[in-house]
């Protein structure tokens, strides 16, 4: 999974994309930049329209908030990474948390620019102790991933819930089974591997009482690798000054 840490962290690598974001309340597009100091993005598309003058001059308006408000970009930065850290230590699990099997002659993902691709089934490994309660989801998690033969970088995973999983014997959470996951990954340039598709739905309740329906859609795509690291600031300007798709 040393390649999946790179992936997560890019050092030494920028780039500017589109996200494309859809769950039961929202449906937005992006403009994303990676700066030397976090990412900033923009919202440049609503409910597959184009922003009202009011919804632009609320995201301009946030934006530069964000180039007069130093700290308060820190804080965005800092819940960033703290989604990275919980990401970082659940991949680094996974070697252990789960039992890989190889069988040859399975289908491709066809997404790969024809590359050559390993394909393992997994399941979760009885003898794994999870060392964190988040890590409980692990155990009730199984399905297939597309490895690139020649980087060994992820290129597909592919996850069910087959069996309910409680976080705190269900005083925190119960997620249901049936509950399906989804990642893709692309070389967006350079070697640098970013994701591409991320599909979540998951049926969970909370703290004994709400049952929540998470269904969520993110794609990435038109990837543009930067010439080097910039601050912030300038990546918020470089959002500005960028017109607003017509659709």
């Known amino acids: 999974m040393a390649n999946e840490l790179l992936a997560l962290h890019h050092r030494g690598s920028y780039l500017r994309y589109r996200m494309h974001v859809v769950d039961v309340k929202n449906d937005y597009v992006r403009d994303v930049i990676e700066s030397k100091d976090g990412t900033v993005a923009r919202m440049i598309l609503k409910d597959g ?9 609320a ?7 964000m180039i007069a408000s130093p700290s308060d970009y820190a804080k965005h930065v800092q819940h960033e990474e703290e989604g990275k850290k919980l990401a970082d230590r659940m991949m680094r699990l996974l070697p252990d948390a789960m039992i890989y099997s190889y069988t ?19 399941e979760p490994n009885p003898k794994f102790n999870p ?10 998690l199984k399905g297939r991933v597309w490895i690139d033969a020649k ?12 069996r309910a999983v409680n976080f705190g014997w269900g005083m925190l959470a119960h997620i249901y089974p049936g509950g399906q996951l989804m990642l893709e990954q692309t070389n967006a340039g350079g070697n640098r591997w970013i ?7 998951v049926k969970v309740r909370a703290l004994l009482v709400k049952t929540i329906n998470i269904n969520t859609r993110v794609e990435a795509g038109s990837f543009e690798t930067l010439p080097g690291p910039i601050p912030y600031q300038d990546a918020v300007r470089m959002l500005l000054d960028t017109p607003l798709p017509k659709k």
Request: zero cysteines; proline letters at 5%; charged letters at 30%.
């Open 59 to 65: 995201e301009r308006q946030r934006l530069n908030d």
């Open 195 to 201: 994701f591409t598709r991320f599909i979540e739905q």
């Open 104 to 122: 040859p002659g399975q289908p491709q993902t066809g997404k790969n620019n024809g590359a050559l691709e390993v394909v393992l089934d997994y």
């Open 49 to 57: 329209r184009a922003l009202t003058e009011e919804e632009d001059k």
């Open 151 to 162: 980087t060994r970088q992820l290129v597909r995973m592919d996850g069910t819930i087959f």
């Open 131 to 140: 060392p964190m309660t988040t890590a409980e989801a692990l155990t009730g």
